[in-house]
């Protein structure tokens, strides 16, 4: 059976067919091509040896003059096998509304690492695309990282000498005040929500008291749920994506349910006894996933989101993302003492530092009652 993103399916005559990019014509539209065998190994040898003939063949001369813009698209079709679809879709979309309308008709011998930290820093001063000021610091990063591969690939190619000097990579933007329930705004919306309790409603309990994103409750099945163990085990999200085929253009995007990101977004979460009691009573083994949906069976995000939003407005609590859920899990736990590690793992960060720079920032009322447990502790 194929694996998702492969493009390889077996059709009705017994015969597998792979399916696989020739070229893009000018709009950023992919024209296809496809090879077939009676065994789907070698249709998988097969696609492996075109894609990596076309790559061969679309290389300019090495004398020749080429563009960035055309070394970019080389760069991201030499590493499409080695992406996630959302990763090579994700950086495509970047190539074609930030580098390509301002630097990509630059001829990529005379780029140098001054030129690039300069789009750099325009980008990070006043990057949107609407106008109303500069990009995050992590999409600068990301685009950084998008000219530095490409550059290299560039250089290791022969079309260009490696570039001398460092390209940027931007530090953080100054730290934003954490957007958080207060605890009368999280009572007033779980009392709603367990006055009126539903399948959907369940999800913002979820969040609230396991930290889940809101892609990991979408995705959630329930055969994720061990009832005896009293554990939620996060193995997918559920994301919507531009197709690789159609990133040039405004296609509409598509949603994927996917294996959790990294090694340590694929974790087991203790299901407090607050919520277990909720899930036991409403489990349900004629549905497969626990938010189902109406045109796939699990929910769309985007949909949950504005649920969401309808939530608030009638139980009377401000208007914030969804994400802030998550947020106030992470610093409820935090204020009641729980470790960074702990929190951490339960979270699914990678890497301990993500926990400690986004939710550790005590309040004044924390720091005044560390210091008294300090001064009790002296005997004063």
């Known amino acids: 059976m194929s694996r998702r993103g492969e493009n390889i399916h077996k059709r009705k005559d017994g015969r597998w067919e792979g399916r696989y990019i ?8 992919a024209k296809y091509g ?12 097969k696609l492996i040896e075109k894609k ?21 698209y080389l760069w991201l079709d030499n590493n499409r096998l080695n992406l996630r679809e959302q990763t090579c879709s994700k950086y495509k979309r970047l190539i074609d509304t ?12 005379s780029i140098t690492a001054v030129y690039i930290n300069k789009f750099l820093y325009k980008k990070t001063e006043n990057g949107r695309l609407d106008g ?8 600068v990063k990301t685009i950084s990282f998008i000219l530095n591969s490409s550059l290299k690939f560039a250089a290791q190619e022969g079309f260009c000498n490696l570039i001398i000097g460092e390209i940027s990579k931007p530090t953080k933007n100054k730290a934003t005040k954490l957007d958080v329930l207060s605890v009368s705004e999280q009572l007033i919306l779980e009392k709603y929500i367990n006055k009126n309790l539903n399948d959907k409603k369940l999800g913002v309990l979820l969040s609230l008291y396991t930290g889940l994103r809101i892609g990991e409750v979408c995705a959630l099945k329930w055969e994720d749920i061990d009832f005896e163990e009293k554990t939620i085990h996060v193995r997918h999200t559920v994301s919507r994506i531009t ?24 974790r087991i ?11 036991l009573n409403r489990r ?14 699990y929910t769309d995000p985007r949909t949950y989101q504005y649920a969401f939003h309808k939530y608030l407005k009638e139980c009377g609590v401000r208007d914030i993302n969804y994400h802030t859920l998550r947020h106030t899990f992470a610093t409820r736990c935090i204020e009641s003492g729980m470790d960074v590690k702990t929190l951490s793992e339960i979270l699914g960060h990678s890497n301990v530092n993500i926990t400690l720079n986004i939710y550790v920032h005590s309040s004044v009322e924390l720091k005044r009652k560390q210091l008294e447990t300090m001064t009790s502790f002296c005997g004063h």
Request: hydrophobic share 35%.
């Open 34 to 45: 496809s090879v077939y065998s009676k065994s789907y190994l070698d249709v998988k040898r």
């Open 98 to 109: 930030h580098i390509i309308p301002d630097i990509g008709s630059v001829k990529i011998k």
């Open 243 to 266: 197709p690789i085929d159609n990133a040039f253009s405004s296609s509409k995007t598509k949603l994927q349910i996917s294996e959790a990101k990294t090694f340590s977004s694929n």
């Open 132 to 139: 109303k000021g500069g990009l995050s610091s992590s999409y």
């Open 22 to 29: 020739k070229e893009y014509d000018l709009t950023g539209k």
């Open 284 to 297: 349900n083994s004629a549905s497969e996933f626990l938010l189902q949906g109406n045109i796939y069976p």
């Open 52 to 72: 990596q003939a076309i790559i061969t063949n679309a290389l300019p001369e090495k004398d020749s003059d080429i563009s960035l813009r055309e070394v970019l």
């Open 269 to 279: 979460i203790p299901i407090p006894e607050i919520l277990y009691g909720i899930l």
